[in-house]
């Protein structure tokens, strides 16, 4: 599996400043002590790269920030060695990788040289798409020309040559084995350079290669892709949820497409490319359905591969300008062989990054949110039907920086994702039926997954 060259401690510490890269050998010795594999990486580099002529890429996103990445790729229990570089001669910022292998005493030595193209690598992946006992390298590219699409290329190892076995543009992509043969498939959206509209296509093996499959074409209202989830639906089948910001000329409507994989190919279930003013069909009027005036996404909440797509309606109540813009209430809709069904409701917190769901108690309008931007919590309080009125408070959440040293005496820490922690003030109330215990916030809290 991947393992970083620790001993580079100087490459870690700028990866997480962003793109700063260091050249030449001198840079390379300012590391502290390095265990003998990593030195022998680097002595190898050295017998085959002019180390003060080359510019490090570091990967922008994912799991992999460092240049150096060590991945068993051909499944013979030796990782391989990749250095992701590009020349420092002025002859632009074409994007290379060196290869390297070790023998069965350890030896690192150059097995492969690969141009990738001009641009930097934003994102480094190892997926099983050819065989079950081998991966490959996907690489995510963005082009130095601002205007280009990125492009996605896939690399494999065969015998004596690492072979470009796919590249494709793409605006979105998701990996998955759609059709249980224990292969992962690669679902992507890429725009055309035509009539600038959206489609979706799979990249999956045919015969002993990679090839693009079945194609569909997305919705022409779709203006920009911003979610692409996979998800099972009510038969087991596979799916992708699609959700768009659709270009109609009013306030930003999100809307979501929902495209059934199965070995007939893509059929749209929601959405496609079909007029308004059409005869009946089911695909339109579902998609209609999902259209909201909210920027959140369908998401599969519990990990069970179950999308829930969001329909937002307003919670009771009118609320101060100290409170701040009240959220909405999104009710959670599965899509079932009938069309969508509510399943239960959350309000959705994306700029803290969670949501909570609502126990069955709380609906009827029997609860409202406040916001209190001073503080950045939500509070969550009874609503007085007879009186139009918030009541008691039941519930207070608070997102904060971790460590930041603040009074949480009152609190109960729920969750740590990153630089952020996630607290909950939750008052004893006697005898009232819609108090929350701390079992049950934990029950109901839930990071985002996007």
Not at 137 to 156: E, F, K
Not at 349 to 356: K, V
């Amino acid at each position: 599996m991947l393992k970083i060259l620790t001993g580079l401690a100087f490459i870690l510490l700028l990866s997480s400043c962003g793109a700063v890269s260091m050249t030449g050998t001198e840079n390379l010795l300012l590391a502290p002590a390095m265990n003998p594999r990593q030195a022998e990486v680097l002595k190898a580099l050295e017998s085959t790269l002019p180390l003060n002529d080359i510019v490090y890429q570091y990967p922008q996103s994912g799991d992999y920030r460092s240049p150096f990445v060590f991945f068993d790729m051909d499944g013979d229990s030796r990782e391989e060695a990749v250095v992701f570089y590009s020349l420092n001669d002025g002859s632009g910022t074409e994007a290379r990788a060196k290869v390297l292998k070790q023998d069965d005493l350890g030896i690192w030595s150059s097995f492969y040289d690969v141009t990738l193209q001009s641009g930097e690598v934003e994102w480094i992946e190892f997926h099983k798409l050819l065989s079950t006992g081998s991966y490959c390298m996907m690489v995510g590219l963005r082009p130095s020309n601002p205007g280009d699409a990125l492009m996605l290329q896939v690399y494999s190892m065969r015998e004596d040559s690492f072979l470009l076995e796919a590249e494709h543009q793409y605006h979105s992509y998701t990996v998955m084995d759609f059709s249980g043969d224990g292969l992962q498939d690669v679902a992507i959206i890429a725009r055309s350079t035509l009539d600038r509209t959206f489609f979706l296509n799979l990249l999956q093996k045919h015969g002993d290669s990679l090839s693009t499959g079945p194609r569909i074409s997305l919705s022409p209202e779709v203006e920009d892709v911003k979610m692409l989830t996979y998800g099972r639906l009510w038969d087991g089948g596979p799916a992708l949820f699609v959700d768009g910001l659709l270009a109609n000329g009013f306030m930003p409507t999100i809307a979501t497409e929902i495209i059934r994989v199965d070995s007939f190919g893509l059929s749209f279930l929601a959405g496609g490319d079909v007029d308004r003013g059409s005869e009946y069909n089911p695909a339109r009027i579902n998609y209609e359905f999902t259209f909201r005036d909210e920027s959140v996404f369908s998401m599969d909440i519990d990990g069970d591969y179950t999308v829930e797509v969001p329909y937002p309606v307003s919670l009771p109540g009118v609320y101060s300008e100290r409170a701040g813009q009240a959220p909405k209430l999104m009710r959670l809709m599965r899509f079932e062989e009938d069309g969508f069904m509510i399943q239960r409701s959350a309000v959705i917190n994306t700029e803290s990054g969670y949501l909570l769901l609502f126990p069955e108690r709380w609906q009827n309008d029997s609860v409202t949110v406040e916001i209190r931007p001073d503080t950045s919590e939500w509070l969550f309080r009874k609503w007085d039907l007879e009186a139009q009125h918030p009541a008691e408070e039941l519930l207070r959440i608070r997102a904060a920086p971790r460590d930041s040293g603040g009074n949480f005496n009152r609190y109960t820490k729920l969750e740590t994702k990153g630089m952020t922690s996630y607290y909950a003030y939750i008052p004893r109330l006697a005898g009232e039926e819609l108090a929350v215990t701390e079992q049950e916030v934990r029950e109901l809290f839930r990071l985002l997954p996007y």
